[in-house]
């Protein structure tokens, strides 16, 4: 027999194990993304197809480069924590595990890919 | 005594029960576009990619993006951006505990959809 309460085992935790970090990361986020999301979209916006000296150009420098990393990386992060919580909702065991993996593994390729290619174009 | 196996969890229902009303719909249209929009990443992310690698790739993968399949992808993706952008707000507001009242929460799911067709159409002109 075990001599932990059921309210011992729930306290401070709550349905995600983790209490309130999970929706206070998406908090935060939401707010940092909301800063810097719509100098992001003219910037990226413009960008495109606007030929490759240009592109080039408009991405190495340091503004464009910046907003356009902490875009990548906020974003993906924010992604990686909204996408696992679609998968919590709706899968169990191991289809849940393998789902949660995939989304970290993808986040974090995405985000190490576009931060090399931006530190090749900008330094 | 609490039984030592905690019972296994429920799984969210299945949307399909529920009568579609304005305010779950947005809700659900909330999550569908942020999780839809890792297509546009990976774009984004192919496109730096090539960039940086020779003005050769570069233009076939911008090529690509600006396509008219292309423009559609990424025209529905800055669509997608700012619903999930207003419905984000929407929700840090709802978080604070205000606007929960139905007619206001009806009200803020019009404005979201209505605010981000707007806001598309005028990052397109910007553009």
Do not use: C, M, N, W
């Given at each position: 027999m075990r001599f932990l309460t059921d309210r011992k085992r729930a306290e401070g935790r709550g349905a995600s194990h983790t209490g309130t970090q999970h929706h206070w990361y998406m908090q935060v986020s939401?707010?940092?993304?909301?800063?810097?999301?719509?100098?992001f979209l003219v910037i990226f916006g413009r960008a495109l197809g606007s030929g490759y000296e240009n592109a080039f150009a408009t991405m190495g420098h340091p503004v464009p480069a910046i907003v356009t990393g902490l875009v990548l990386l906020v974003g993906m992060q924010h992604f990686r924590r909204g996408a696992?919580?679609?998968?919590?909702?709706?899968?169990?065991k191991s289809t849940r595990k393998v789902l949660i993996m995939s989304v970290i593994v993808l986040s974090y390729g995405l985000?190490?890919?576009?931060?090399?290619?931006?530190?090749?174009i900008a330094l | 005594m609490a039984s030592p196996t905690p019972r296994e969890r429920?799984?969210?229902?299945?949307l399909t029960i529920y009568r579609p009303q304005l305010t779950s719909m947005t809700s659900i249209l909330t999550r569908i576009t942020g999780n839809a929009l890792i297509v546009g990443a990976f774009l984004m992310v192919w496109w730096l990619g090539a960039l940086a690698t020779s003005p050769e790739y570069f233009a076939f993968v911008d090529?690509?993006?600006t396509s008219w399949l292309g423009d559609l992808v990424m025209t529905l993706s800055l669509w997608a951006v700012w619903y999930h952008y207003l419905a984000g707000l929407r929700?840090?507001?709802?978080?604070?505990?205000?606007?929960?009242?139905?007619?206001?929460?009806?009200?803020l799911g019009w404005a979201c959809i209505i605010g981000s067709v707007v806001l598309?159409?005028?990052?397109?002109?910007i553009l």
């Open positions: 939401a707010f940092g993304l909301a800063l810097i999301v719509p100098t696992q919580i679609l998968i919590e909702d709706y899968t169990r985000t190490a890919t576009g931060l090399f290619a931006l530190a090749k | 429920p799984l969210s229902p299945h090529g690509l993006i929700h840090l507001y709802f978080d604070s505990g205000h606007g929960l009242d139905i007619p206001t929460a009806e009200k598309t159409v005028l990052t397109l002109i």
